[in-house]
């Protein structure tokens, strides 16, 4: 669906949104926030001693003095952008307002300066209840029928951007493959969000989890993470979170730069007061490349309680698709299984069905996520008439979703050809055998052939004209790019471990890599 594009205008916006802003995040918000952009960060002079920051120029730190300032860091280490690399971070023990005019006027040191993220989960705890007979999420959205084409795959990582996590959760043992010690927040959110998507399921234990064999990746609740999940490869991204109410030429800028890394961002839509008003957008759900996800009950209704307006989630243009966040059974703690209302509860579920798409067809674009997840959602505005048009394109049915990815037969060459191609194989010599491709065949689409224990290409699918880095535990002596009869297209000797694919049109190729302890490796790459 289309979303909301920045324009010049945003800034007006964000202006006129600072005193909803200081009120609607008070209840979080400790620190004041500003990000904005700098010629070159590294020129501003900062340093920290005793704790405590400074910096050589004399008007920064004027304005450190003068506002309490606790940190002025880079806002997003993890990103590749060179602009993003100079957004500033800056916090404060001071009024953000205050903060934003001081700011503003230092223009030849500060560009375009706005209020920054202010993170909050998007669950109702108040709505918890003690015990629940049935997960009716997982059978309303066909989850059974989800299982009977796939219980998906280990190397389909989600990665769940949240407050903190308990990793050693009975439903999460043996799940993990990312976790950040250093995080100190609450745990539970978190849990809840993570156990939703793909805990452990058919172990005897606890409830079941729609991603069932996806694998998690755990990671804190900022944007800067969100850049360093996709950096590393994982394709979903769950945030169960918001960051503001008005739209953030930057905060787009970093969803572009995952999205073009080749992830797909799931967000939760908010929660109806959020943002004071269900009609309200909510970022970085209502961001382009993200998909918005907002709640609805046990038959499909999205009010809580039916005829009250101020009982529903968020509901609006940017809004994607729906999926069950009332009373949704979930743990917050070993052995502690509850309900809670919330779209915190709606996002896993469609994050988690996307980890099984991928596991049947590992080369699905976001495009081609989103027409599958669109084109098979069930249509609720009848039952919700007050509320047409902006319920998304339906509620999720994940069942439906992934026989249909299962068909979809993406990893094909410019998608013309629904042929699977064979993959290669390396003779004695360590050179690459003939490929003959059949012109007739029945056969599955193959495994993800980029997923692997000790080489992986990321991202891939790549768009033409990107970069793709190599991932392995072992020295790269020479990378060949090859066609799908074994031609030698490029040979590339890796910069940083990144090849440049600037001569590549779109299709399928193959990348040959020589490792320095002489053992070769071939794996499929999809550029579109």
């Known amino acids: 669906m289309k979303k909301f594009k920045y324009t010049p205008k945003s800034i007006l916006v964000a202006t006129s949104m600072i005193a909803l802003m200081s009120s609607?995040?008070?209840?979080?918000?400790?620190?004041?926030?500003?990000?904005?952009q700098t010629q070159n960060f590294d020129n501003l002079g900062i340093y920290r001693n005793n704790d405590k920051v400074f910096s050589s120029n004399e008007e920064i730190q004027q304005l450190i003095n003068?506002?309490?300032?606790?940190?002025?860091?880079?806002?997003?280490?993890?990103?590749?952008?060179?602009?993003?690399?100079?957004?500033?971070?800056?916090?404060?023990?001071c009024d953000e307002t205050d903060l934003l005019i001081a700011v503003s006027k230092l223009t030849t040191i500060f560009i375009q300066p706005e209020i920054g993220p202010h993170y909050e989960t998007l669950f109702t705890p108040d709505d918890f209840s003690l015990a629940f007979?049935?997960?009716?999420?997982?059978?309303?959205?066909?989850?059974?029928?989800?299982?009977?084409?796939?219980?998906?795959?280990?190397?389909i990582i989600i990665a769940i951007s949240d407050q903190n996590f308990q990793p050693y959760h009975e439903e999460l043992t043996g799940k993990v493959h990312h976790y950040d010690t250093t995080n100190t927040q609450?745990?539970?959110?978190?849990?809840?969000?993570?156990?939703?998507?793909?805990?452990?399921?058919?172990?005897?234990?606890?409830?079941?989890?729609?991603?069932?064999?996806?694998?998690?990746?755990?990671?804190?609740?900022?944007?800067?993470?969100?850049?360093?999940?996709?950096?590393?490869?994982?394709?979903?991204?769950?945030?169960?979170?918001?960051?503001?109410?008005?739209?953030?030429?930057?905060?787009?800028?970093?969803?572009d730069e995952v999205y073009a890394n080749g992830s797909i961002i799931v967000a939760a839509a908010g929660n109806g007061a959020t943002c004071s008003g269900p009609s309200n957008l909510v970022y970085p759900a209502a961001c382009d490349h993200v998909i918005s996800v907002t709640g609805i009950g046990e038959t499909d209704n999205h009010e809580r309680i039916p005829g009250d307006s101020l009982s529903t989630f968020q509901h609006n243009a940017t809004v994607d698709i729906s999926a069950p966040g009332i009373l949704v059974p979930v743990t917050i703690g070993n052995g502690s299984y509850i309900v809670a209302n919330g779209t915190s509860f709606a996002a896993p579920l469609v994050s988690g069905t996307?980890?099984?798409?991928?596991?049947?067809?590992?080369?699905?674009?976001?495009?081609?996520?989103?027409?599958?997840?669109?084109?098979?959602?069930?249509?609720?505005?009848?039952?919700?008439?007050?509320?047409?048009?902006?319920?998304?394109?339906?509620?999720?049915?994940?069942?439906?979703?992934?026989?249909?990815?299962?068909?979809?037969?993406?990893?094909?060459?410019?998608?013309?050809?629904?042929?699977?191609?064979?993959?290669?194989?390396?003779?004695?010599?360590?050179?690459?055998?003939?490929?003959?491709?059949?012109?007739?065949?029945?056969?599955?689409?193959?495994?993800?052939?980029?997923?692997?224990?000790?080489?992986?290409?990321?991202?891939?699918?790549?768009?033409?004209?990107?970069?793709?880095?190599?991932?392995?535990?072992?020295?790269?002596?020479?990378?060949?790019?090859?066609?799908?009869?074994?031609?030698?297209?490029?040979?590339?000797?890796?910069?940083?471990?990144?090849?440049?694919?600037?001569?590549?049109?779109?299709?399928?190729?193959?990348?040959?890599?020589?490792?320095?302890?002489?053992?070769?490796?071939?794996?499929?790459?999809?550029?579109?």
């Open 186 to 255: 609450s745990n539970v959110h978190g849990t809840a969000v993570a156990v939703t998507a793909a805990g452990n399921t058919d172990n005897t234990i606890g409830k079941s989890a729609i991603g069932y064999n996806s694998g998690l990746a755990l990671y804190q609740m900022n944007y800067n993470d969100i850049v360093a999940a996709s950096n590393e490869g994982y394709r979903v991204i769950n945030t169960s979170w918001t960051s503001g109410c008005f739209q953030s030429s930057y905060v787009q800028q970093i969803v």
């Open 133 to 155: 007979a049935n997960d009716y999420a997982l059978n309303l959205i066909n989850a059974t029928q989800a299982w009977d084409v796939t219980h998906g795959n280990s190397s």
């Open 354 to 528: 996307i980890a099984l798409m991928l596991s049947v067809d590992s080369c699905l674009t976001f495009e081609d996520i989103e027409t599958i997840l669109y084109s098979t959602a069930v249509d609720i505005d009848a039952l919700n008439p007050s509320y047409a048009g902006k319920l998304g394109h339906g509620r999720l049915d994940a069942g439906a979703a992934v026989t249909m990815a299962s068909t979809y037969m993406s990893c094909t060459n410019g998608n013309s050809d629904p042929t699977p191609e064979p993959e290669p194989t390396t003779n004695a010599d360590g050179n690459l055998n003939e490929i003959t491709i059949p012109t007739q065949s029945t056969a599955g689409i193959e495994e993800d052939l980029a997923i692997d224990g000790d080489y992986k290409l990321f991202p891939n699918p790549v768009s033409s004209g990107g970069t793709v880095k190599i991932s392995s535990e072992n020295a790269i002596e020479k990378c060949e790019i090859l066609g799908l009869n074994g031609e030698v297209i490029q040979v590339v000797l890796p910069t940083a471990n990144e090849i440049n694919i600037n001569e590549l049109s779109q299709g399928s190729y193959f990348v040959k890599v020589s490792f320095e302890n002489e053992t070769i490796k071939v794996k499929r790459l999809i550029v579109f």
């Open 24 to 36: 609607s995040f008070s209840a979080f918000a400790q620190d004041g926030i500003i990000w904005s």
């Open 66 to 93: 003068n506002f309490s300032i606790n940190n002025i860091t880079k806002a997003v280490p993890a990103s590749k952008s060179k602009e993003l690399q100079n957004l500033v971070e800056i916090t404060c023990n």
